[in-house]
């Protein structure tokens, strides 16, 4: 609920509540002098509907739409917020669960696989690393 009416990511009154509670974030998380760092969202894929089709928080198109939301953020906040591209590494061609022969997403289509875990966490450290210079 934006308001008194329903929304999504896409919808102008949803976009600009999640830019806002983002922005308030970043103000909160940097006010001492920190770095904020913000991933990207992979795509997920809870299962299908009925029909076949996809729900709509499932959509490629709304996870586009999220990520360039979070890079709109940073590029308002420049030297208080890095993005860590995420999606890109767990679904870089699209939604999948295996990625280097790796089974990296659990079987709900959301969360990560322990071995996915295992195998994300030296890639996501050196990107930590990598900002903190």
Known sequence: MVGDSWSHIGEAPFD????GKLDQAVDVLS???????????PYFRRGLRPDG???????PERVDHYNSIVRG???RHPGRVAVVDLGARLTPDGF?????????????????SPEGGRWLAPWLLAQLVQLVG
Not at 33 to 40: D, F, L
Not at 53 to 59: N, W
Not at 96 to 112: C, I, K, N, P, Y
């Open 73 to 75: 953020v940073a590029a």
């Open 53 to 59: 089709g996809l729900y709509p928080e499932d959509e």
């Open 31 to 41: 006010a001492r002098g920190a770095e904020v760092v913000i991933t990207t969202a």
């Open 96 to 112: 999948t669960r295996v990625v280097d022969d790796t089974t990296v997403r659990a079987e709900d289509g959301v969360h990560l």
């Open 16 to 19: 600009a509540y999640l830019r």
